[in-house]
Each structure stands twice: as structure tokens, then as C-alpha cells.
């Protein structure tokens, strides 16, 4: 069983391109990289917030600080499935997540049902102080997005992620119950990311240049609220 990292220190630049600039974007960089431990997954989140959305409300004002807590898991799990629990912050554009790993069993009964344990990890500390903060958390929407990984050949810290078929549901929030949900961005687009500690190499600066791949503030809890709360038949822009 590999050893997951329990803590990470990085910078994040997420891009939205379309299937053809990825083809394109593999074309110049293939050499550079290579596929990751988890490869090609589903990618299965699920958010808490409090009743009046306070975190996501925040978040979307893009402050210099904003947080927010989920659980994660690669793949549709089961009671004894091993799951992420995530506490993610962003500070000045540098992101601090800071995860436990457990059974989702274990997971839902902390998440849900407030069932703390008496652990002595510190991460588990601040999962566990978070929800104190935050009266009132509670699960609030299913997140799904089917992921390609890679990492620098060079650099294993240097990952780039392409998210697609992203969708999400407010209702049946129990990951066990499958990974249907609503879609956030059309078919042929991809929420790509690079993830560095610190500047990217000029092989992948480059091959963004040439092909005018610019980075944009994209959030996937983002937009599912946006789209929560559109009007009836309302385009809510991407």
C-alpha cells in the first residue's frame, strides 16, 4: 500500500483548454512527462459548508484567504474503502492541504455525524477544530470529475492534472451511491492544472506560450453554486 502525504505546501494554476489543445499540449511535452500512481480515475468529492454557503460565499469574493473542507475518495467507495478527509487552504496564491487518510465508514461518521475521536494527529486536530469553527457544517454537494494525472519526469513534486466530464449533485450525497450528477462544463473542455513548488520548468512554460494557454480562476464547488443558484434556464459562464 503506497504512503500518502498528510500535509502539502504548493502553488496551483488551473487552466481551462479544450481536448485538442491537450493533444496539442502532449505533442510538446510528452517527452517530460509521465503518468502518475493513480493514472486514469474517478475522482469522487464531497464538500461541506454551512447552511448559508459561508466558505463558498467566500471563496467566490476570491479573498487573500479561503478555506475549505471535503472528502475525497478515487473511485466510487465502499464502507471499507480508504478515503481522503481534506482540509484545503489557499493563502497569496499558495495552497496548504492538509489530509488524513481512513475508511470511509470512519470518515462519514466524523463528517456526518460529528463522532470525534481521541487522536493525538495533529492534522486530525485541525480537521476537528475546523468543524468547531464552523457551526453547522454539513454535507452540501457531490463533486465527480474523471482524471488523467501526470508528473514531471525530472521533478516527481511538478503534477498536471486534466479533469473531464466534471458534474455534481445536491441530493443522494452518500459517495457509495455512484457518481451521477449534472454537468459543469461542456464535454469538450478540461479543467487542467499544474501543481509546483514553486516556478514550472521552461519546457511546459513554453509549450503553454505557443499554444496561448493562459491561467484563469476556475473553481469546480465554485460553479456547481453558481449553478445551484442560476435562474430557471439562465447560462451561467464559464
Sequence with gaps: MPVFQSVFERYEKKYVITKTQK????ELIGDYVMPDEFGKSTVCNLYFDTPDYRLIRNSIEQPVF????????????????????ELKKKYK???????????YSRAVDLLCRRKIENSKDQVYGEIAYFMGL?????PTVSIFCDRTAFFSKEDHELRLTFD????F????????????????????LLVFEVKSLG??????????????????????????????FAPQGEKVLV
Design 23 to 26: 493533444e496539442k499540449l502532449f
Design 66 to 85: 479561503k478555506e475549505k473542507l471535503r472528502l475525497r475518495s478515487y473511485g466510487i467507495p465502499d464502507e471499507n474503502s480508504n478515503v481522503f478527509v
Design 93 to 103: 496564491g499558495v495552497v496548504y492541504k492538509r489530509r488524513i487518510n481512513m475508511t
Design 134 to 138: 464552523y457551526r453547522g457544517l454539513r
Design 164 to 167: 473531464g466530464n466534471i458534474r
Design 169 to 188: 449533485r445536491t441530493k443522494l450525497l452518500d459517495l457509495s451511491l455512484g457518481d451521477e450528477g449534472k454537468k459543469i462544463l461542456d464535454d469538450d
Design 199 to 228: 516556478a514550472v520548468p521552461v519546457w511546459l512554460s513554453k509549450a503553454l506560450d505557443v499554444l496561448e494557454i493562459y491561467p484563469r480562476s476556475f473553481s469546480k464547488y465554485g460553479k456547481a453554486y453558481e449553478m445551484m
